[in-house]
C-alpha cells in the first residue's frame, strides 16, 4: 500500500522557518521524481519544487525560489522541504507527490 505522509507544518510568523517532511512508503522511493505542491481554498493546486530521484537536479516555482529548498533522503524514503523567509502569501496546505500518488497535506500558516 503507497503511503506519503506530510508533517511539520504549522503557524509561523513572517519572516520565520519551518520544515516539511514526507515519509514514503509502498514503492521505490529513490526511483522516482518527488513534488512538493501547495494549495489555497478556491485556488488551484500549484508545483512549488521537484527533485530527481538522485537528488541531484531541483528547480523551484519562482516565487519561491532562494527561499525554499527541495531535498530527500533515499535511506530514510523522506522527502523535505525547508522554508525561510516566510511570507503571508505561502499559507497554503502543502503536499507531497511522487509517483502518481498524493499525502493528505499540511497545513502552513503564516501571520503575526
Known amino acids: 500500500q503507497v503511503q506519503l505522509v506530510e508533517s511539520g507544518g504549522g503557524l509561523v510568523q513572517p519572516g520565520g522557518s519551518l520544515r516539511l517532511y514526507c515519509t514514503v512508503s509502498?514503492?521505490?522511493?529513490?526511483?522516482?521524481?518527488m513534488n512538493w505542491y501547495r494549495q489555497v481554498p478556491g485556488k488551484e493546486r500549484e508545483l512549488v519544487a521537484t527533485?530527481?530521484?538522485?537528488?541531484?537536479?531541483?528547480d523551484y516555482a519562482a516565487h519561491v525560489r532562494g527561499r525554499f529548498t527541495i531535498s530527500r533522503d533515499n535511506y530514510k524514503n523522506t522527502l523535505y522541504l525547508q522554508m525561510n523567509s516566510l511570507k503571508p502569501d505561502d499559507t497554503a496546505i502543502y503536499y507531497c507527490?511522487?509517483?502518481?500518488?498524493w499525502g493528505q497535506g499540511t497545513q502552513v500558516t503564516v501571520s503575526s
Open positions: 507527490n511522487g509517483f502518481g500518488y
Open positions: 527533485i530527481d530521484n538522485a537528488g541531484v537536479t531541483v
Open positions: 509502498g514503492f521505490t522511493f529513490s526511483d522516482h521524481i
